[in-house]
């Protein structure tokens, strides 16, 4: 007999359970918001090349955050849409660096706006590809490093969606690596934007692997390794890759938490508005 | 219905409905030759059909799941489930040798065995599909759609693209 119900549901157990979709909350929004930022270099890339290839991540990180909402669906949350659509910013488990905008803090606000789109106006007049492009890189090898240690998971419906976008975050890899050691090679401006870029957002990145109070429950189901070490593994990558490319690594960083728990930078009210614009307008609306 | 029809076995029809469902982004290939039906089966009328999605973001997967649901639906079933599985993980090596064939007759390289894990090298000096030539340079790892990177042919002086292996 064709079940509905999935199977799998049984392995779960009252404590495991709830950790399980707060980390499938945390994977799917980090996803779905780099997948937006990212999206927003669309059509107005520094070059075509650059253009494609953020625009092919992007289109990549909503396929997996889609994944990862289905999942949660199965498990009895809301369907994709709403969850997307519906939910407020402290309701988003995304980490800080996957929010920022594509800016640096000083770019100058626009004049009277008259146009549809302001922020991808703002983006042609101020945007800092350079910040896109090392949150890109810092991102790609942590989403990396989470799948292969996923890839292992004991609860296998999160173990196979991992096994599968593994191959297409090599792409993102393999691209962000290659930009690195371009730009660790180009002009000392180029130089000096990326590390500029490096500095201020390290702290992000760091927090991508901010510690929530399910990291143990997790870690002894096997259903993931606690933050802490995923950190560490991160940097054993990131850091080789960033000194061999000219890049210094900043120290003393304290980590920027809190999107784990829905605290998290002003930008992310004026990300949702225009994520949720449309959606807004009409809810409920059948497309 | 034919009588051939009539006499292959329920499940038969249902491949056969399978075969003739193509990518609508590379419309030679079937969704068989693509590899991503690693099953399909029928328990008490219903048809169930196992569709592993290549690309995760591929927008043409919504246009294949409703293509095969119909196919299906046409063949003379009426309860039809199209199951989105992750396991097996859909890789480029899962395109069937006829596939791989119609990929370069369609004037895409067609992607090399990758064991599900692409490395650099298999990206450079991809063969020409419309010379053969070894002499191409990879342009951009990410093309037009998810599952094409663009290559240049130094021979034949033209640009062309590659299924990427994955």
Known sequence: MPTETPLVEMKLDSETRPAVIDLLYRMADDGLIIGHRNSEWTGIGPIMEEDIAFSSVAQDKMGHALAFYNL??????????????????????CCS????????PDAP??????????TRDRLVAHGDWALSLVRQFFFSEADAVRMAALAESSYAPIANIARKIRGEIKYHTMHGRGMMKHMGAASDDTRGRIQMEIDRLWPHALGIFEPTKYDKVLAAAAVTPVEEELCRRWRGDVEPLLES????IPLNAKPCHGGRSGKHPPEMVSLLADLQKVARLDPGAKW | MTATDVKSSPLDRVWKALESVTDPEIPVLTVVELGIIPDARIENGRVTVEMCPTFAGCPALDVMRNDIRTAVENAGFDDVKVEIV?????????????????LKAFGLAPPVKCGGSVTEAMLQRVPCPYCDSGDTTLESIFGPTLC??????NSCLQSFEQFKPV
């Open chain 1, 72 to 93: 949660l669906h199965e498990m009895g949350e809301p369907d994709p849409d709403q969850i997307v659509f519906c939910r407020s910013a402290a309701q988003y488990r």
């Open chain 1, 97 to 104: 660096l996957v929010v920022l905008e594509n800016f640096t």
């Open chain 1, 109 to 118: 606000a626009l004049g009277p706006d008259l146009s549809n789109n302001p």
């Open chain 1, 245 to 248: 490319a000219g890049f210094s």
């Open chain 2, 86 to 102: 992750f396991d097996p993980p859909w890789t480029s090596d899962r395109i069937s040798d006829e596939g791989l064939r119609k």
């Open chain 2, 148 to 153: 094409r990177a663009i290559h240049y042919c």
